[in-house]
Each structure stands twice: as structure tokens, then as C-alpha cells.
């Protein structure tokens, strides 16, 4: 009894000395602020087998957060729910809404990276309007899953781990927009979702700028083509995306689609063409017309690896039309977009699609 008193005032000091220690080490972690936006990383399935079939957008990110305690070992966590939907559902109101939101963040000094967690189906078109707008050199990583958290062998958790550890990292910055999933860092460029029923589902033409190894980032190649600081693009300049919108070629094609759209008021349209981006020969006095009425021709490729020749296949010069490069159409439709902010005039347009 004697030695009560001063036994209740060690524990009280060491318990003093451990919660002043968990709290250094929270303030020397980085800060990491996670945006979600719903999607299938979000998802619950009526079962642990349900993998493809299930409800997105259903768990909110303080769950998430709850669910993968691992995270706070590497970085200070918070969250932020932007929106609740399916990634199809996307708008251009959302792009701009969520690309503000980026943008704002990444101005503060207490924040050191983002992680935006996002359906699937239109994740690489919002990394690529994000690469486009967002000036910032801190790690920006959207980050999706192909499962429910509620599937056997669901990938969510760990991507979202790799996220938030490639968010904190120093060595991620300035390196664009990314994508992190199935243990692979991608340009959010390059990358496009190949297959919809396999985990892999994300991948670049041009292959991964680097791979996630139990929460090591290992580095192969960075992305030379124009993006966040040194974009020409900013958000915060931009009020409205202009109504840009895509054809597909295919045999026996009709102008239909091309007429109607052209009727709406569209800024540009995005030919999806056929090999080098090819174009029907009943087509391409419907798509000169439109050029004649004011409207860009973007010539871009339906191939999963298309890269489109200027000049080849048809006569880009004489027509006054551009083509995407390596752009895949949906891509394309982003960059027009942006581009149709500052622009035009379709000499610049094409260095920008050189460019970007």
C-alpha cells in the first residue's frame, strides 16, 4: 500500500510518455485526404460470391476508412464524400465539381496528397481531366476496384492501401495524375480499363510507370507528355466544358449519329474510326460539312492500342481536322473538351493534342 501512490504516478507517466509518442509519430506522417465518390470500391454484393453482381456506391467513406486501419501506420487520414454514384453516371458538372475540390486541397499546406476513390467504368477519363486541370505537383491517385469489399477475394482494400501509400510518398510527386490498382502505379494518361471482369483491368499501351511491392513504390518510367504544373489548363479558370461528343465507325455506318449530333449544337466530334482512324467514304463529306458549320474533327482510333497517323488514311491537312495521336476516344473527348476552353483554332488544337 505503501508503494500505491507511486506506482499509480508511474503508469501515469509512462501512459503520458506513450500517448506523447503516438502523437509525434502522427504529426511526422504525412497527410492524406481521401475524396470519394462511390463506384464499385464502394459496393456491396448480396454475397461473398457475388463479384459482378452487386449494388455500387452503398458505403461511405468513413467505413472504408474504419474498415483498413492499416492506413494510419502510413499516413494521417481524413475523408471527404463528394458524391455517392456509379462512375457511369459521371457528368461534367461532377469533373468540374470534383477537380475544384483537388484543386483547393492541394493548395493547403496540411495536405500532402489525395486519394479520389471512383468507379471503374469512367476512371481513367476523370485521372485524365485531373491531370489536364489540376496544377499541383503532390500526388493526386484515383483509385477503384473490380470486386465489393463484400466478394471473396475482394481488391479494394488493398488498392486503397497502395493509394494512400503512393499519396504520402515524396517520391510520387510531380509525376501527374495516377492510378493505383492490382499493385501497379499508372500514368492516369496512358491508362484505360481493358476487361471488366478480371482484377487486372487497368492497363497503359506503353506499360505501368511503376509497381506497388508490400507498401514499396519501385519506379520504371515517368511520363514525358504535358500534365498538372505544367499544363496551360487550370481549373480554377474553368467555368463550363463545352459539348464534345463521339462516333463510332463500324461497316455499313450510317451518318445518322453524326447528323443528329451535329443538329445539337456539339463543339467537336470525336470520330472513333476503324483502324489508323479511318473513316467511311460515305462519311467523310457528312464530317466535312460539319467542319464547313464550325465543328472540330477529332480523328482517333477504335483499336485498344489505335495510334492515329496525321495524313494518313485521309487528308487531315485539306480537311482542316485533327487527329489524337494515341488518345483512345473517350480520352480524346476529355482533351477537346479542356482544349475547346482556351481554343478554336485547329493548328492549336493539334499542338495540344501532340502535347497532352
Known sequence: MFFAPRFRSFAAATA??????IAHAQQSLPNVVILATGGTIAGAGASAVNSATYAAAK?????LIAGLPE??????????????????????????????RVSALSKQADVDGVVITHGTDTLEET???????????KPIIVVGSMRPGTALSADGALNLFDAVNVAASKDAGGKGVLVTMNDEIQSGRDVSK??????????SQWGPLGMIV?????????????????????????????????VYGYGSVPATAIDALGKSGVKALIHAGTGNGSVADRIVPVLQKLRGDGVQIIRTSRVSDGFVIRNAEQPDDKYDWVVAHDLKPQKA????MVALTKTNDPKQLQRIFWEY
Open 16 to 21: 503520458l510518455v506513450a500517448a506523447s509518442a
Open 59 to 63: 458505403v461511405p467513406v468513413d467505413k
Open 71 to 100: 492506413i494510419s501506420k502510413v499516413a494521417n487520414v481524413r475523408g471527404e464524400q463528394v458524391f455517392q454514384i456509379a462512375s457511369e453516371s459521371f457528368t461534367n458538372d461532377n469533373l468540374m465539381v470534383l477537380a475544384k
Open 127 to 137: 485521372a485524365y481531366f485531373l491531370n489536364l486541370v489540376v496544377r499541383t505537383s
Open 194 to 203: 481493358v476487361v471488366n471482369i478480371k482484377t487486372e483491368a487497368f492497363k
Open 214 to 246: 508490400e507498401g514499396k513504390n519501385y519506379w520504371f518510367r515517368a511520363p514525358v507528355k504535358r500534365h498538372t504544373t505544367q499544363s496551360e489548363f487550370n481549373i480554377d479558370e474553368i467555368t463550363a466544358l463545352p459539348a464534345v461528343d463521339i
Open 333 to 336: 473527348r476529355i482533351l477537346a
